[in-house]
Every structure is written in C-alpha cells, then in structure tokens.
C-alpha cells in the first residue's frame, strides 16, 4: 500500500480549546474536520496524532493560553517526533502589513487569523472572531496597484459567554442566563441574553461603520468563533438594517470556522516556500 504524503500540523492554541489540522503540502489538502480539544482534554492529543493518514514532519501553531498548556501540546509532538515551531506577530508576512503601534503586541491568534482572512478575499474586509473575547479587526484591500494589504487595527470587549459569567459572578440578585434573545425583554433572562447580543452586534456594525469612512465602500464581514450562534441572528439583522438605511445590497456575514488553521496554513507554505 503506497504511503501518503507527509504532512504539516497546524495547531491554534486558544484560551479554552486547542484545535488542531493539517496540512499536505504539495497537494495542499486540509483536513475535513479540525479536533478541538478543551484543556482539561488534551491526553486526546496523542491518540489523534497516531491516527493520522500519513507522517506528520512539522508542526506551526499559536499560543495564547500561556506555557503550561504550551508546554502539553509541544510535549505530544516531541513523543511523535513532529518539531513545532510557535509563530507570533511580526510587522508584516504574507503580504500584510501589521500596523499596530507595536507589531509584535498583537496577538497571534488575531494576526494569523488575518493571513487566513485574506485566503477567502482580496476585498476590505471585518473578521468578528467572538471567543472567550470577541476581537473586531478590519483588513484593507487590494488595490489595482499593490496587492499589499494593511491590518487597520481593530477592538476586543468580552465574549458573549464571557459577558453572561461576569454578570452572574459579579451581581448579587443575576442569573446565569439563558433567555430567548427580542427587541424588549420583560424577563431578567431574556434581557440579560438580549443585552449581551445587542452589545456584540453594536460593536460589530460600528467597526463596521468606521471601515467604510475609512475606505468609502462597505467591507466584507466574516464571523468565526464559539460564541456566533449566541449571536449570529443579532448581529445579521444590524448589519442588514445598516445596509438598507445606506442603500446598500445585502450582503450577510460569512461563516469562517477555522481562520487561525487557515492563516498557519499559508504561513507553512511560505515557510517551505510553496
């Protein structure tokens, strides 16, 4: 039975799960499916790797949940004999320029989440990733005479589960809420549920805002992260209503399930120069 082709892991350690990939460089096959592992569940790490279709020879990841977990994931990899290198922010890569005051400020997750973004386009465009924090950065296009692009900058507020902890954990008489999601509550669960997706879609649509007094058209959105469900309905409707009051087509936020895989994707292929 012929061998498969070596492959290259990618690994996106985030604040509560590491989700994994991979990828096969010459053909540039991705996994069907990333394994997201929670941190209380990384002994599921090695199983995974052994199950593999093929030789992992390197591994290219983030980390943004600090040395214990790092040092778990890089102690699977050395068991499997797979070297990993840990990829952080830079002033420029992959054709973008990261203009944060302090390039190497950034954090990783959000500045390769950028590199994946603009795989799926070459127009401005808002990447709301809503994690343990929500993050909003905006992407410039590319132009007729450079395909150079910029990291304009972008904010970071709570997560939407986040948020629902704080007021649970930090009010005396709140609950942890699980209310439907309307215009006016009249009940604490509702109104707690409704707050915090109306906070998330109100910091999306003003970046939103702001992106096109920058650039004179309206960017692209893009959502990624496990808090979009809590509030995809939200934030679509206050983007659509937007879009209608300016006389603009609609245009609704597309899905990216993976951003940082794909950005630590195009990372490995330049790094092996493919």
Same mark, same amino acid.
């Given at each position: 039975?012929?061998?498969?082709?070596?492959?290259?892991?990618?690994?996106?350690?985030?604040?509560?799960?590491?989700?994994?990939?991979?990828?096969?460089?010459?053909?540039?096959?991705?996994?069907?499916?990333?394994?997201?592992?929670?941190?209380?569940?990384?002994?599921?790490?090695?199983?995974?790797?052994?199950?593999?279709?093929?030789?992992?020879?390197?591994?290219?990841?983030?980390?943004?949940?600090?040395?214990?977990?790092?040092?778990?994931?890089?102690?699977?990899?050395?068991?499997?004999?797979?070297?990993?290198?840990?990829?952080?922010?830079?002033?420029?890569?992959?054709?973008?320029?990261?203009?944060?005051?302090?390039?190497?400020?950034?954090?990783?997750?959000?500045?390769?989440?950028?590199?994946?973004?603009?795989?799926?386009?070459?127009?401005?465009?808002?990447?709301?990733?809503?994690?343990?924090?929500?993050?909003?950065?905006?992407?410039?296009?590319?132009?007729?005479?450079?395909?150079?692009?910029? $990291?304009?900058?972008?904010?970071?507020?709570?997560?939407?589960?986040?948020?629902?902890?704080?007021?649970?954990?930090?009010?005396?008489?709140?609950?942890?809420?699980?209310?439907?999601?309307?215009? $006016?509550?009249?009940?604490?669960?509702?109104?707690?549920?409704?707050?915090?997706?109306?906070?998330?879609?109100?910091?999306?649509?003003?970046?939103?805002?702001?992106?096109?007094?920058? $650039?004179?058209?309206?960017?692209?959105?893009?959502?990624?992260?496990?808090?979009?469900?809590?509030?995809?309905?939200?934030?679509?409707?206050?983007?659509?209503?937007?879009?209608?009051?300016?006389?603009?087509?609609?245009?609704?936020?597309?899905?990216?399930?993976?951003?940082?895989?794909?950005?630590?994707?195009?990372?490995?292929?330049?790094?092996?120069?493919l």
């Amino acid at each position: 039975m012929m061998e498969r082709p070596p492959l290259t892991l990618l690994v996106d350690v985030g604040n509560s799960r590491v989700k994994l990939g991979w990828l096969r460089l010459k053909s540039g096959e991705r996994e069907a499916e990333p394994l997201a592992l929670p941190h209380a569940e990384l002994e599921g790490l090695q199983p995974w790797l052994a199950s593999l279709e093929g030789r992992p020879l390197a591994a290219v990841g983030v980390n943004v949940a600090g040395d214990e977990i790092a040092a778990v994931v890089e102690q699977a990899c050395s068991v499997s004999h797979i070297p990993l290198t840990w990829l952080t922010s830079v002033p420029q890569a992959s054709g973008i320029v990261n203009q944060y005051d302090a390039p190497t400020q950034l954090g990783a997750d959000r500045w390769i989440s950028l590199i994946g973004l603009s795989t799926h386009t070459e127009g401005p465009a808002l990447l709301a990733s809503f994690g343990t924090a929500t993050t909003i950065d905006l992407l410039s296009g590319a132009t007729a005479h450079s395909s150079q692009r910029r $990291f304009e900058g972008g904010v970071i507020l709570p997560g939407p589960e986040l948020m629902r902890q704080s007021l649970a954990k930090g009010t005396a008489r709140l609950p942890y809420a699980e209310g439907d999601i309307t215009a $006016f509550p009249r009940h604490t669960h509702a109104a707690i549920s409704s707050g915090i997706a109306a906070a998330q879609a109100g910091a999306v649509l003003t970046q939103w805002r702001h992106a096109i007094d920058e $650039f004179g058209v309206a960017p692209k959105v893009y959502c990624s992260g496990g808090g979009w469900p809590l509030v995809a309905e939200a934030v679509s409707n206050a983007l659509a209503r937007a879009r209608i009051d300016l006389g603009l087509n609609a245009d609704a936020p597309q899905w990216l399930g993976t951003p940082v895989l794909d950005g630590l994707a195009a990372m490995a292929k330049t790094m092996h120069r493919l």
